[in-house]
């Protein structure tokens, strides 16, 4: 490998790494570090028809579903502490299970498209911050649509996994 072609894949390696997280921070900054690495917004912050983020709408729930065949359609929740929308009925046990296990409160599990099996490795103290930065966050009165079946008619646009024939 030449000296140029070595520096260059240190170079692109080295962007594709985290950013540091801020020195002297409290939970909520953590969190909200925590929530970019693991890019909550990616899927739980609604976009615009153009398909653009809406940052203003924080993490309310994204407005793009995913279709799992065989499981059917969901849209990703509302992440804001809103009490009829969001977490802010759920206790932060309840939040800790849905990130590291995959299980809401009323014992549903969640759609396989929520990586939680790679959530469940957090140490106490990030799943701490991390929930922190959620309860910090403004609630959003934001109601997605309820999970469709397979098959079933979709409430709203939706990604689609096609597996090979």
Known sequence: MSQISRRFAVLAMAACLPAAAP????PVERGAYLARLMDCAGCHMPRGADGAPLPGAGLSGGSVGFEVPGYGIVWP?????????????????EIAAALTRGVRPD???????MPWPGY?????DDLAALIAFLRAAPPVAHAVPAPAGSGA????????VALPQ
């Open 153 to 160: 008619d979709a409430a709203g646009p939706y990604f689609t």
């Open 23 to 26: 020195a002297g921070e409290g």
């Open 120 to 124: 469940a490795g957090l140490a106490p």
């Open 107 to 113: 014992g549903r599990e969640l759609a396989p498209v």
């Open 77 to 93: 929740p509302n992440l804001t502490p809103d009490a009829e929308t969001g977490l802010g009925g759920w206790s932060d046990a």
